[in-house]
């Protein structure tokens, strides 16, 4: 074992469904042998919730309000690189079937004439963060250095990214690899 | 005395192949088995050089390889990063100019346009998403029309026209504002005498037109993409053949 620093790991979701989250724990035992290379910061993984300085940083989901537009403009800060993973992130994926409608619809749609709602109104508690006109991918916001495509990316897929960046290679997903979902 | 004449020959990337007269270079290429990348092409329907896919460079000059003629002594670049870079470019341009979500769409695994981003290793969109507002008909009984995904490749207009012997789809307007319509005083798929057995229902490269009640019949792993790659030659037949029609 060499006495290496380990490089540091930040992951979060923003308008995802935490599927990349979960496929990224299907690395099974190899996390084990990477969490000799890296350790985690901010991530759902840890409940850490203040970002410091980070090698890697991997975007799960879309932009779909000011809470996510804030936490991706944080990650681009405290990141070396930026991936971003999965559908959503890349082109906004299932949420963005949302930019169909306006968001007075959505939201209309969804708080008052749904068919089962009880006590009909549309959320307005300050502490909610505000909803954008529309779903975006990340990489229409801030810098994004790499993608790794699929719905969600494979186990192997997060495994052969991560090992890539800590050999301090350009990360190639293999073509026939490839998949969107 | 009679002389056998000397077969005409083009040269892609280095390699001749023989073509006969009226011979398109994509024509040539397919039956020697070298693949041109095409998504508006079809074999045996009139060319109409849409997509832009196909672009070689034909004696230095960009030119679509399914509306070209072949000609003796071209010489022809194809598989080269150049070129194929600007395919790819194409493509995600087709992605932004749509609504394209992938894991949501009864086509994938079975979609060319998505088959033809894997072959040219697009990881991302790379324009900025357009989210365009597009008529989706589902009037028809079988036959669902789902404009957000089509990319005007006029596959349908054609089949229909030349093989079905209808006329059931036509493109309106002009560029960004083109569409795909339906040739009925309504506008409606279900006042067309379409049927699921149509060359036309069945030809789209994309998941704009879709018979339904058939979304996701094949699980992952025996889609068409699953088990081939879109640089096969002669896939478009059986990607064909494998959209059923009816109940089986
Ligand atoms: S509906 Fe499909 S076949 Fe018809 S023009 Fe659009 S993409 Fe092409
Ligand atoms: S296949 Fe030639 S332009 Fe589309």
């Known amino acids: ?181 | 005395m009679t002389t056998e004449p000397e077969p005409k020959l083009i040269c892609i990337d280095g390699q001749e192949i023989p073509f006969q007269h009226g011979q398109t270079i994509m024509d040539a290429a397919l039956a020697a088995g070298i693949y041109i990348p095409h998504l508006c092409h079809f074999p045996g329907i009139t060319p109409q050089g849409n997509c832009k896919l196909c672009t070689v460079e034909v004696n230095g000059k960009p030119l679509t390889a399914c509306t070209s003629p072949a000609a003796d002594g071209q010489q022809i670049r194809n598989n080269t990063t150049e070129l194929n870079e600007a395919r790819k470019a194409l493509t995600q341009m087709l992605f932004m100019e749509g609504n394209h979500i992938c894991p949501s769409c009864e086509k994938t695994g079975n979609c060319p346009l998505q088959a033809m981003a894997y072959h040219l290793g697009m990881l991302h969109g790379r324009f900025p998403a357009q989210y365009p507002l597009r008529q989706v008909d589902a009037s028809h009984p079988t036959i669902m029309l789902d404009r957000d995904r089509c990319i005007l490749c006029s596959l349908c207009v054609r089949a229909s026209r030349e093989v079905d012997g209808k006329n059931v789809f036509a493109i309106a307007g002009r560029g960004i504002h083109a569409s795909l319509i339906v040739n009925t005083s309504s506008g409606k798929l279900a006042d067309s005498d379409i049927e699921p057995s149509d060359l036309a229902a069945k030809i789209c490269p994309v998941g704009a037109i879709l018979i339904k009640e058939h979304g996701y019949d094949a699980p992952i792993g025996r889609r068409i993409f699953d088990q081939h790659k879109i640089s096969e030659i002669g896939l478009e037949k059986e990607i064909v053949a494998r959209v059923k029609s009816d109940d089986q």
């Open chain 1, 1 to 181: 074992m060499t006495n290496k620093p380990k490089l540091k790991l930040a992951t979060t979701s923003l308008a995802g469904c935490f599927g990349c989250h979960m496929s990224f724990l299907d690395m099974d035992e190899r996390l084990v042998e990477l969490l000799e290379q890296i350790e985690f910061d901010r991530s759902p993984f840890t409940d850490i919730k203040q970002l410091g300085p980070c090698d890697i940083g991997l975007i799960e989901g879309g932009v779909c309000n000011a809470e996510n537009v804030h936490v991706l403009r944080t990650f681009r800060e405290h990141c070396r690189i930026l991936v971003a993973v999965g559908a959503c992130a890349i082109n906004g994926g299932v949420p963005a079937m949302r930019n169909h409608y306006s968001l007075q619809e959505c939201l209309e749609e969804v708080y008052l004439n749904s068919p089962d709602t009880v006590n009909p109104h549309i959320p307005n508690d300050p502490e909610l963060p505000l909803l954008l006109d529309k779903v975006y991918p990340v990489h229409e916001v801030v810098k994004i250095d790499y993608f790794l495509p699929g719905c969600p990316p494979t186990g192997d897929a997060f495994y052969s990214l991560l090992k890539d960046l800590i050999g301090g290679r350009e990360p190639q997903v293999e073509k026939g690899r490839l998949r969107y979902d």
